[in-house]
């Protein structure tokens, strides 16, 4: 098993919808939780950033950390054309200097 | 600052020839980190350096891959010799103070084919 799963995708909303992204991992030692985006060609780039639980919003993009369940969440609201890229969840634990890439949700906002 | 810096941003080989990746880091970042991407594996580690100095190796995937950081400006990736299963898109990103509370940079990557 994987230490962070994610769903793959492809995943293809309307604009104007609110899209859920998710991931689960398995090691409770995790508490700093991030997203990244990557436009087709391009690195990926860092989107939000939490640490332990709780929420954490920037404008349209909504981050949620359950760590109890471990279970982390992006929401966008009013998605547009240009949110279209992969995002890719990361982790990792107290002291690590590691990140643990989640395979990244493809996602395509259709105009 | 324009960013981590990659090159070749594409590379073509045959199977057994040696492939040289070079990575120029953000001024001044201490971290450099070596990343692979496969559509079926996803985004792994494979090394990564404080201060130049190799502090896990542990995601490189055999005796075929090097990686060396001889100054804070420059860090290369060899896979000697190449395998059609190493094709992939590799990343160099850098970071200062690791990637626990600071920002990874990445660099746009270079996609490798082995034929």
């Known amino acids: 098993q994987k230490e962070v799963e994610q769903d793959p995708g492809p995943l293809s909303v309307p604009e104007g919808a609110i899209v859920s992204l998710n991931c689960t991992y398995s090691?409770?030692?995790?508490?700093?939780f991030m997203w990244y985006r990557q436009y087709s060609r391009k690195g990926p780039e860092l989107l939000m950033y939490?640490?332990?639980?709780g929420n954490k919003e920037d404008g349209r993009f909504t981050a949620q950390v359950d760590k109890s369940s471990k279970y982390i969440s992006l929401f966008i609201r009013d998605s547009q054309p240009s949110d279209s890229a992969t995002y890719l969840c990361?982790?990792?634990?107290?002291?690590?200097?590691?990140?643990?890439f989640g395979q990244g949700t493809r996602l395509t906002i259709n105009p | 600052d324009a960013g981590v810096i990659q090159s070749p941003r594409h590379e073509v080989t045959e199977m057994g020839q040696e492939v040289t990746l070079r990575c120029k880091p953000i001024?001044?970042?201490?971290?450099l980190f070596w990343y692979r991407q496969t559509m079926m594996r996803g985004l792994e580690l494979l090394i990564y350096?404080?201060?130049?100095?190799?502090?896990?190796d542990s995601g490189m995937p055999e005796d075929r891959f090097s990686a060396k950081m001889p100054n804070a400006s420059f860090s290369t990736l060899k896979i000697q010799p190449s395998e059609p299963r190493d094709s992939a898109v590799y990343f160099c990103?850098?970071?200062f103070g690791g990637g626990t509370n600071e920002k990874l940079f990445f660099g746009s990557g270079t996609q490798l084919s082995v034929l």
């Open positions: 990103a850098s970071s």
């Open positions: 090691n409770s030692a995790f508490q700093y």
């Open positions: 939490t640490y332990s639980s």
């Open positions: 990361a982790m990792t634990d107290q002291g690590a200097q590691k990140l643990v």
């Open positions: 001024s001044g970042h201490d971290y």
């Open positions: 350096f404080n201060n130049n100095v190799p502090i896990d």
